[in-house]
């Protein structure tokens, strides 16, 4: 007779008694599960007992001194999970204010659980940056007052060691309100314009040394709090819509820097002001490496909202003539009057195959995507391409594998030669499929273009690299 399914009906013909037994041989030896198990007999009691256990666990993880490296990462995160759960789904309905102080503490183990912590994978962090949204829905029901809540936001944010605190203003903020925000700006204010003491040297401890000699503790925590303090003024400028002090934080040398430049005259132009925003780019100092992307595109909406439509169109052309940016072009083409984007497009492609980094020049061919113009592209500059940029080659290679096969294979013959003549012997295993692919679609190509076929590849590297055994091996 087959065994009845596992599932919730059948396990109730086992009965309480049997049922309870199962789960205490089951919980022994799982903190995890003894915890789970207290918590449903403390809500079978009352909504005290359970923040009364919870509160319990809460003091007990604080109180921890074990070493979580990263084979432990999944229970820590599992018995954290479980507290916070517990808070919203057990305490919160019937006692909110319970629940936003026991939030608040869950919020206090950060630095104990990271001081004792291997996360790189940014597990845990997650975790308390998800507890931050549970305070901050919890807030609004625990009826404390903005003062409070502002106090106890700028009090978080002075102990924000390891950034498990980034997201608690804007979290907050519906909960904070107007006047909230205003007296945590107020708070900071004061920390920003306190005068700062320079402590003697004998109180100094030097935790390292730099190239201009010793690094001191208190420049790096002064730094620290100077950068916690400018983003948390951002932040609430951003939420109130005051534009005048979020640039207030920035001093007027780092305006000039082209990414916080269009960071500013973005905030400008949401608030009308597309002169000043204007004014705000063409102020920013020249890169070394070309104008990033947010900076021509905060421009180019500059010149849309001062109705300098054919500027903006101009722009954008020049825009994508240095970068071959496609965000620029399919916008520029958008703008055109119909059937003139076809021979804009067309005019688009010849620049883009004369551009002089034929990579940045396939990349747009395969991105836009026009695979018939890239595989044209790969014939006529072959001798152009890197072989030792794999990132770009390989992917570029199977996009156009079906369709360009002559393509595809100057592509992988590309990264086969270089890594043969340079002696990548780690890389071997890659050239070694990437040749098997070569014989795969010989069998498909009918016209090589002038260049040599595969039988004369095949012959030409043999004579070059005939005794490179540790590649040849791996042929099949």
Not at 286 to 310: H, K, N
Request: charged share 30%.
């Amino acid at each position: 007779m087959a065994a009845k399914t596992l599932n919730a009906k059948n396990l109730e013909a086992l009965g309480a008694p049997r049922l309870a037994e199962l789960l205490i041989e089951i919980s022994t030896g799982s903190a995890a599960h003894k915890q789970r198990l207290r918590l449903e007999l403390a809500g079978s009691q009352s909504v005290a007992e359970v923040a009364r256990e919870i509160r319990k666990r809460l003091i007990s993880l604080q109180r921890a001194k074990t070493f979580i490296d990263w084979r432990k990462v999944k229970a820590a995160k599992k018995d954290l999970e479980t507290q916070r759960v517990a808070i919203l789904t057990k305490v919160a309905p019937e006692d909110p204010r319970e629940a936003f102080d026991l939030m608040w503490q869950f919020l206090g183990l950060a630095e104990s659980i990271f001081d004792r912590s291997d996360d790189g994978s940014g597990t845990l962090v997650a975790i308390f940056y998800q507890a931050c949204a549970d305070a901050g829905t919890l807030a609004k029901g625990a009826d404390l007052g903005e003062d409070v809540l502002a106090d106890k936001t700028f009090a978080a944010l002075n102990d924000n060691d390891y950034g498990q605190y980034d997201p608690l203003i804007v979290e907050m903020a519906p909960a904070l309100g107007r006047k909230g925000l205003e007296r945590l700006k107020t708070l900071l204010m004061e920390v920003q314009n306190a005068p700062k003491r320079k402590p003697k040297d004998s109180e100094r401890e030097i935790i390292g040394w730099g190239s201009s000699g010793p690094v001191y503790l208190d420049e790096i925590q002064g730094r620290r709090d100077e950068s916690m303090t400018k983003i948390a003024l951002q932040t609430i400028a951003d939420l109130t819509g005051d534009v005048d002090a979020f640039i207030a934080q920035q001093p007027a040398k780092t305006r000039k820097v082209p990414k916080i430049a269009a960071e500013i005259a973005t905030r400008l132009l949401s608030a009308g002001r597309a002169a000043e925003a204007l004014s705000t780019l063409d102020a920013a100092d020249s890169p070394r490496f070309g104008w990033p992307f947010e900076w021509e595109e905060a421009r180019v909406e500059a010149l849309e909202a001062l109705e300098r439509l054919d500027d903006a169109q101009d722009f954008r052309w020049a825009c994508f003539e240095t970068s071959l940016n496609h965000h620029h072009l399919r916008a520029y083409l958008r703008r055109l009057p119909d059937f003139d984007d076809i021979e804009a497009e067309e005019k688009a492609f010849a620049h883009v195959h004369r551009f002089a980094d034929v990579h940045q020049a396939l990349h747009f061919f395969i991105e836009w995507p026009a695979l018939a113009e890239a595989a044209k592209l790969c014939v006529a500059r072959h001798t152009d391409l890197d072989g030792d940029r794999y990132e770009l080659l390989s992917p570029a290679a199977e996009v156009l594998s079906e369709k360009q096969p002559l393509a595809a294979t100057l592509l992988l013959r590309a990264m086969i030669d270089f890594t043969l003549d340079y002696g990548r012997s780690s890389r071997y295993k890659h050239a070694a499929r990437h040749y098997v692919e070569c014989c795969g679609f010989a069998t498909r190509i009918t016209d090589y273009a002038g260049l040599p076929s595969h039988e004369e590849y095949v012959l030409a590297l043999k004579k070059k690299h005939g005794k490179k055994s540790g590649f040849w091996s791996l042929i099949a």
